[in-house]
């Protein structure tokens, strides 16, 4: 049998690389792997068990189809590597930081994938990102702005809401819970 695919979302600043640092070593301990991203963000400010590349080397990988899974947002260029189909393909449970715009695309080619929305209240999102302080306020503004794509009800049709408003270690029961890390497994 295939593993899942557990495909993470959430706006900028939503909390998805804090919950993915925060699960990994149990998540390891289940055999879920967490794919490596492959970002067009510079290397020092990946902030993220990602790799980063140039645009350039970018377009090379997609090029030579590198990507299981990729996408454009906020002005950069992400990739999820296609080795997660041979983890798929050996049993093993995947989960990835992906994009809501992406999904639909996304569950073309994983029409079996668990879908799974951070949400944040607006001004704890806004505070958040300012005191992470990795983007300039205008690329924060930008970023907001961008949410309201979302608002629909579409939008999570069919996902499992997870609200980290509150505190982290809530959020990450919350996942583990979900996805079943939280017992073992037979
Ligand atoms: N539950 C939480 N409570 C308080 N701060 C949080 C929580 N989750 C994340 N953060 C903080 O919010 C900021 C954005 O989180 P991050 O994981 O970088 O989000 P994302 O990867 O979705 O952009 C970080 O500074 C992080 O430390
Ligand atoms: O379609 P969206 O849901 O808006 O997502 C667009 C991109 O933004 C996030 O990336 P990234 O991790 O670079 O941003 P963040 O760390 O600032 O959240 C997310 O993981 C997607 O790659």
């Not at 994009?99 to 505070?127: F, T």
């Not at 702005?145 to 049709?157: C, G, H, I, K, V």
Request: charged content about 25%.
């Amino acid at each position: 049998m295939g593993g899942r695919l557990i495909y993470l979302m959430g706006p900028s600043g939503s909390g998805k690389d804090s919950l993915l640092s925060a699960v990994r070593e149990r998540l390891a301990a289940y055999g879920c792997r967490i794919a490596q991203r492959v970002i067009t963000r510079s290397a020092e400010a990946v902030g993220e068990a990602a790799i980063g590349v140039s645009p350039v080397e970018f377009d090379r990988m997609q090029c030579e189809g590198d990507f299981a899974l990729s996408w454009r947002a906020n002005g950069l260029a992400y990739g999820i590597p296609r080795q997660i189909d041979e983890w798929l393909a050996t049993g093993q449970d995947v989960l990835v930081n992906g994009s809501r715009a992406y999904l639909g695309q996304a569950r073309q080619r994983y029409p079996e994938l668990i879908g799974v929305l951070l949400k944040v209240d607006m001004d704890v999102l806004r505070q958040r990102l300012l005191a992470r302080g990795r983007e300039a306020p205008e690329q924060i503004e930008r970023r907001l702005a961008r949410n309201a794509l979302f608002d629909s009800a579409a939008a999570t049709e069919g996902v499992h809401v997870l609200d980290n408003s509150g505190h982290l270690e809530r959020t990450v029961a919350n996942l583990l819970s979900l996805i079943g890390a939280n017992r073992a497994r037979v």
